[in-house]
T-cell receptor, first 112, second 116 residues
Framework: SQKIEQNSEALNIQEGKTATLTCNYT??????LQWYRQDPGRGPVFLLL?????KEKRKERLKVTFDTTLKQSLFHITASQPADSATYLC???????????FGKGTMLLVSP | DTEVTQTPKHLVMGMTNKKSLKCEQH?????MYWYKQKAKKPPELMFV???????INESVPSRFSPECPNSSLLNLHLHALQPEDSALYLC???????????????FGDGTRLSIL
């Protein structure tokens, strides 16, 4: 069965540094991949979407890469700020399925 | 503020009670979803409605009963729940059903449900 892996340990970084979060999957490559941010007690908020034929997508301080050979997506936040502290979820959509499958998420903590 | 509104924000109920969760969106989205999320776990899909018709039921127990009265509203009726059903219940919407059309999902902030 399909498996999605995100770092279960929290990622601690200092303000101003670049945060890099990893999303790995097994078996089949998704048609596209989405990244969401979730704050405690709130619903996930959509950040970025990347298609299987795209290598990289950017939005302001955010960058997502997608490597179907490595079966991996990387999510980067440059010039990180304490306000970026949250849990980041990757979600995959596979050909033939009409729903998203979410990873467990990685908690990011940015200290001043 | 999110564009998907869920009420109530918190709900405490006994195992014999009947209650309903409500979700509303006015973005013209034609796909709506119910998810269940436990602490430190990802959202788990429960139901999908597409054009007001139930299209996916992820083998959810019958004590959860979804309803889509119109394209803007989604309800989840609860009856005879168990303590393990305590969780955050999230509603989401998208223009059409994700997966087929690369649409992001817009989530509400959920209802925190506690079963005594």
């Amino acid at each position: 069965s399909q498996k999605i892996e995100q770092n279960s340990e929290a990622l601690n970084i200092q303000e101003g540094k670049t945060a890099t979060l990893t999303c790995n999957y097994t078996n089949y490559s998704p048609a596209y991949l989405q990244w969401y941010r979730q704050d405690p007690g709130r619903g996930p908020v959509f950040l970025l979407l990347i298609r299987e034929n795209e290598k990289e997508k950017r939005k302001e301080r955010l960058k997502v890469t997608f490597d179907t050979t490595l079966k991996q997506s990387l999510f980067h936040i440059t010039a990180s700020q304490p306000a970026d502290s949250a849990t980041y979820l990757c979600a995959l959509a596979f050909s033939g399925y009409s729903t998203l499958t979410f990873g467990k998420g990685t908690m990011l903590l940015v200290s001043p | 503020d999110t564009e998907v509104t869920q009420t109530p924000k918190h709900l405490v109920m006994g195992m014999t009670n009947k209650k309903s969760l409500k979700c509303e969106q006015h973005m013209g989205h034609r796909a709506m979803y119910w998810y269940k999320q436990k602490a430190k776990k990802p959202p788990e899909l429960m139901f999908v409605y597409s054009y007001e018709k139930l299209s996916i039921n992820e083998s959810v127990p019958s004590r959860f009963s979804p309803e889509c009265p119109n394209s803007s509203l989604l309800n989840l009726h609860l009856h005879a729940l168990q303590p393990e059903d305590s969780a955050l219940y999230l509603c989401a919407s998208s223009q059409v059903v994700s997966g087929a059309s690369n649409q992001p999902q817009h989530f509400g902030d959920g209802t925190r449900l506690s079963i005594l």
